[in-house]
Each structure stands twice: as C-alpha cells, then as structure tokens.
C-alpha cells in the first residue's frame, strides 16, 4: 500500500511551503513501483484554499484523514496559531494526528502551529532564523536551533524557511525509500543533495551584507584568497582604501573587524569542507587559510561553539542513519 503524506494547508498559507516538499514527494514516486506515496492536500473544510500569494490549491477535509507522515505548511497566522480563529481546527487535528501518525513535519513558521498544538516541548527544532527568537520566546520549553536547515527530534521533523521544506521532503524520502531514491529525486529536481540538516540557514557573506562596493569588493576578494594571508593592508589594497580607511569603514558597514570577518568566512568554508567528508581536518585547515587544524579548532569553538569533529561525526551520523522503516529514532515520539 501507498504511504499517506497530508499536507495541511490553510488560508494565506505560503505556497512554496506546500509546493516544494510536495513535489519532491511526487518526484519519489517516479523512481519506486507500485507508487510510494498518495499525496493529499488538507484543509478544514476541503475544496480551494488560497495562499498568502493569491494562488489557491484545491484540498480535501481533514476530517477523517489519517495520514502516515503530516507536513504542516507556514504561512499568514501561523506564528499566533493558537489565536487564529481560522487555525483552531488545524492545531486540533495536529494534536489528533500525533496519535496516529508515524511522523510530523512542519515547514518554516509550520512550527509555531506544531508548538500551538503541543507537540514541541522539550524537543530540539527549528524553523526561519527570523523567526527563531520569537519561537523561543514564545514557547521556552522547546529548544529552538536557528542555525539548522531541518531538525528530527523522534517522530517530529521541523525545517527553516521556505526552500529547506525540499531539503526536510528529501530526508524524508531517504528515510522511507533510501538514499538511491532521494538522490535520485534530487537530481529530477535539480537541487542539491544534500545539505545536512546541520548545515548553516545563510552564509557569512550575506549575514554582514556591506552597503558599499567598496566593502563588499574586500569581501569577494577575501572569499577568492580565502587561503592565503588576507591583512587588513591586503584587503584594504582591494577596496581601495587606505589600511586606517578601510577598517574605521569595514566595521562601520559590517559589525564587526575584518579579521573576526575572515575567521568567518574561513570557519564557514571549512565547514562545508567537513560536511561534505572528502578531505582531512589537517587539509581543510590549510586550504582555508587556518594554517593549522588548532587554529581551525579554536575558530570553531568561538563561532560554533563545537569542534570540526565533532561537526564531521554529526554530519555522519546524520548521513548514515538507516534508511529503512524499521529503523527506532533515539526519541521515540
């Protein structure tokens, strides 16, 4: 038999949200026989629902609905779900679904209605690092990761904003058909596979985003030098401006020195060296302008507060988890 993947959806609900992680599921059941998945749109009252862009899907009720895995899709109200009256059904089939499905997902601010509905607390998740605040905030009982692209913590699945509900669709897949079949649908929709559920929202270049191109010129040069010695002269010389200049400017644009800036530039890249598990920590430290892997060490304990080990044994135990049904989560739900 198909697995059942419901979608829940609801007025002003974001329409990337929903469409995203449910093609990747479409996607899937091209490359297993008989068909993997029935896929279904849920609404409270079932027929068309319109999205915060003006699209409308067409849906059927969630009433009586049963579904395997739920994917809870943001949108307009999502973040005071427990004060909006168009989502008191919603948080209650969530809570009524928590009995039977085997997982629940949520996509961006999807996590506010899981939390309205009171099935985060004590769990580690994650959702739109805009948001991320507010979320902990709101709900101190949960512990909310705002660096993560997607979070599993036992039954419950939760992803940052937007485009990462593909990358949640995907670990999903994996989990249900394998990692084959996840690749596969990847490459059908030219995306990449895969960025680790641990792997940064957004990079250090667009986090300090400088308004001049003066500054952003230093930035692009350090990125393309990344390995060689990058000094306040040397970055200088790419802006233009002279050493005095530069820095008084670099920090009035960006928040910080450019030597704290290029650490993390530098912390970054290496990171995605280790996620991607070819070369070695002594390697990586050197093609990244650390120089030595307890430079490299001491740079990630300042800005990730863990060492790049332990960032490489994350990234494996979450690349090697087993792909199969059978497979008990270490927090059953």
Not at 126 to 146: C, F, G, S
Not at 149 to 175: C, N, P, R, Y
Not at 307 to 314: G, H, M, S, W
């Amino acid at each position: 038999m198909s697995t059942v993947v419901g979608f829940l959806a609801f007025p002003g609900f974001h329409i990337l949200d929903l469409t995203g992680p449910l093609a990747a599921f479409d996607a899937a059941c091209n490359f297993r026989s008989p068909t993997p998945y029935d896929i279904q749109v849920l609404s409270e009252t079932g027929g068309t629902v319109v999205s915060s862009a003006g699209v409308a899907v067409q849906t059927v009720p969630y009433r009586g609905a049963s579904p395997d895995t739920l994917v809870v899709v943001g949108g307009r109200g999502a973040v005071d779900a427990d004060e909006v009256e168009a989502l008191e059904g919603c948080v209650k089939f969530i809570q009524n679904a928590s009995t039977t499905s085997r997982r629940i997902a949520s996509v961006c601010s999807g996590t506010f209605i899981l939390a309205a509905a009171g099935l985060l607390d004590g769990r580690t998740v994650t959702t739109h690092w805009r948001k991320a605040t507010l979320l902990q905030e709101m709900y101190p009982n949960i512990q909310v990761d705002a660096e993560r692209i997607f979070t599993q913590d036992g039954g419950i699945w939760t992803s940052a904003g937007v485009t990462a509900g593909i990358d949640l669709a995907l670990a999903l897949i994996e989990d249900d058909l394998g990692a084959d079949v996840a690749r596969e649908v990847a490459k059908d929709l030219v995306v990449y596979y895969r960025r680790p559920g641990g792997q940064s929202q957004f990079s250090a270049l667009l986090s300090m985003d400088p308004p001049t191109d003066r500054i952003r010129a230093a930035l692009a040069f350090a990125r393309e030098h990344i390995a060689e010695n990058l000094s306040v002269e040397r970055l200088a010389e790419a802006a233009h401006l002279s050493p005095r200049q530069f820095a008084r400017a670099f920090v009035a644009e960006t928040g910080q020195t450019p030597a704290k800036a290029v650490e993390g530039l530098r912390a970054e890249l290496a990171r995605q060296k280790l996620q991607a598990g070819c070369e070695s920590v002594d390697v990586i430290a050197q093609s990244v302008g650390f120089g030595d892997r307890e430079r490299m060490r001491r740079a990630f304990m300042r800005k990730y507060g863990t060492c790049p080990l332990a960032v490489r044994r994350d990234t494996r135990a979450f690349v090697d988890r087993p792909g199969s049904r059978d497979w008990a989560p270490a927090h059953p739900a």
